[in-house]
């Protein structure tokens, strides 16, 4: 399984972007995505995730800004952040576990990870 993402770029603050996770070797349906990110320094930070039944979570940062959904027919899941910050400057990278076990939850860690995606918020 394979993971790419993309859609990340300058914006100003305030601004959106909407990303992309797509998964190549297998189907989506079986798998939990999650979007983490890392910024220059920091350790990497969970943002999001979605089960495979569709439920969704969000980190206290993110609820209210960010909406991840899932398109398994386009083997993608996306992650539209709006009202984007300069904190919120970061590589974000999505990543895959198997879990369809477990339809209406994320799993704790990740098989699968793409190559991550540059966000940059700045005016």
């Known amino acids: 399984v394979q993971l790419q993402a993309s859609g990340g770029g300058l914006v100003q603050p305030g601004g959106s972007l909407r990303l992309s996770c797509v998964v190549y070797?297998?189907?989506?349906?079986?798998?939990?995505i999650g979007w983490f990110r890392q910024a220059p320094g920091k350790e990497r930070e969970w943002v999001s995730c979605?089960?495979?039944?569709?439920?969704?979570y969000y980190g206290n940062s993110f609820e209210g800004r960010f909406t991840i959904s899932r398109d398994n027919a386009e083997y993608t899941v996306h992650l539209q952040s709006n009202n984007l910050k300069p904190e919120d400057t970061a590589v974000y990278f999505c990543?895959?576990?198997?879990?369809?076990?477990?339809?209406?939850?994320?799993?704790?860690?990740?098989?699968?990870w793409g190559q991550g995606t540059l966000v940059t918020v700045s005016s």
């Open positions: 979605i089960s495979v039944g569709g439920t969704t």
């Open positions: 990543a895959a576990q198997r879990y369809g076990r477990y339809p209406r939850t994320c799993p704790r860690t990740y098989d699968y």
């Open positions: 070797g297998s189907t989506l349906d079986d798998y939990a």
